[in-house]
């Protein structure tokens, strides 16, 4: 029977199958069109692939491999021909390929989403090499899943790198905690002898000396103090670790600094100078601050003010430079700095004007360890200094709020 006997016999019902068959028509049309976007789109996609540097593997949903670029058949010595029709887990795994990750991977396909990982896979020679992969979907316009397609990263080198870096730097940590311990012995051995020297010298002042003896001995004590000074100079411009300094300690500023600096008014009578220390009033009594930093840092730069003044005034100048900073200068009125030397002053063994270092002594320490000592509570030095009338060198420390019990 023809469509013209069943449409003359039955009209109604040769209307229908004829609509029918048009959706049917209608629907094959788009999927075929929808067919050839996504082939259009794969082609697009693979000529992308093919000449890009990271190794691509299209997957079916079953995890089966459609299409590998030559990339990937470089890096992984296999041809298509060699994986078609079986999952990565047939070419890919070794003994040190990470299954929990690979586990990870089939649950984000089966969920359909993107991924990015790390792992291991061989190569055709059972040769591992590291990848990080790029999974994305690949999806129709319905939504339905067609594959997936993985982009890979080979980071082998740079694995090897980090390892590298990592054993590196284990064995600069060893060297530091071995030239730690040898520096600790350094410092026992230097200072047990040159202690008992100091000592017995300032013992033998107590016995009845001539003038010439008494002389003598105190030049003993005046060397064995300077050679006491270069060594813990040294030895401390040799310690790179300086964090127990950084630690805040409640103090009283006004009573201990004044201690500080009458040590080095007692220590420099033989000189023409005066000291003045100057302590702002808005200044707390007692604040918790890094004092090993910041009494090591004033130390070091009363010794350089005291080095280079013959003469004059020393000040020490303490104010808020905030509410939760304080501010130290140390003034001086001597030789000041020439502006061409400025700046290098911080530089270790640095002694500007040879002149000076045969007038003056030292070795380029004090100055160094300073900035080292400030840059360690996240400070720095500042100076101003004008030739042939003095310099000032200042810096901030951070304080903390007293805890409330």
Not at 150 to 169: G, N, P, Q, R
Not at 292 to 316: D, P, S
Not at 364 to 375: I, T, V, Y
Request: net charge negative; hydrophobic share 35%.
């Amino acid at each position: 029977m023809s469509l013209k006997d069943i449409d003359q016999r039955h009209p109604a019902r040769a209307d229908k199958t004829i609509e029918e068959l048009q959706q049917k028509i209608e629907a094959l049309e788009a999927e075929l069109e929808a067919t050839k976007k996504i082939t259009d789109q794969l082609h697009g996609f693979r000529v992308v692939a093919t000449h890009t540097s990271n190794s691509v593997l299209i997957v079916d949903t079953d995890g089966i491999a459609q299409w590998i670029n030559p990339s990937f058949e470089r890096l992984s010595g296999l041809t298509f021909n060699e994986i078609v029709g079986k999952t990565t887990g047939d070419f890919l795994v070794g003994p040190d390929t990470e299954l929990e990750t690979i586990k990870n991977i089939w649950e984000q396909m089966k969920a359909r989403q993107s991924f990015t990982y790390e792992v291991t896979h061989y190569n055709s020679q059972d040769q591992p090499y590291q990848i990080i992969t790029n999974g994305e979907p690949i999806l129709c316009e319905n939504g339905e899943l067609l594959g997936y397609a993985m982009i890979e990263t080979d980071i082998t080198l740079l694995k090897v790198m980090e390892e590298a870096l990592a054993s590196a730097h284990k064995s600069a940590e060893e060297k530091e905690r071995a030239k730690a311990n040898l520096l600790a012995n350094l410092s026992h051995e230097f200072r047990t002898p040159l202690n008992g020297i100091l000592g017995l010298g300032h013992l033998l002042l107590d016995t009845p000396l001539n003038d010439e003896q008494t002389d003598y001995t105190k030049t003993i004590i005046e060397s064995g103090d300077i050679l006491r000074n270069l060594i813990e100079n040294l030895l401390s411009m040799a310690t790179t670790k300086v964090d127990h300094e950084t630690d805040h300690t409640k103090v009283d500023l006004r009573k201990s600094l004044t201690a500080k600096f009458c040590q080095h008014e007692e220590a420099n009578q033989n000189k023409d100078l005066k000291f003045d220390l100057n302590i702002a009033s808005d200044v707390p009594a007692e604040i918790l601050i890094p004092w090993g930093a910041v009494q090591k840092t004033l130390h070091y730069l009363c010794e350089n003010a005291v080095k280079f003044t013959q003469a004059g005034c020393i000040t020490m100048t303490v104010d808020m430079e905030s509410a939760s900073s304080v501010r130290f200068a140390i003034s001086d009125t001597g030789v000041g700095i020439h502006p061409d030397i400025l700046p290098y002053i911080f530089d270790e063994y640095y002694q500007g004007d040879e002149s000076h270092t045969r007038q003056h002594g030292g070795i380029g320490l004090g100055l160094p360890l300073a900035r080292k000592l400030a840059n360690s509570i996240g400070s720095d030095i500042i100076v101003e200094s004008t030739l042939g009338q003095g310099s000032t060198f200042s810096f901030c420390a951070p304080i903390q709020p007293e805890p409330v019990n």
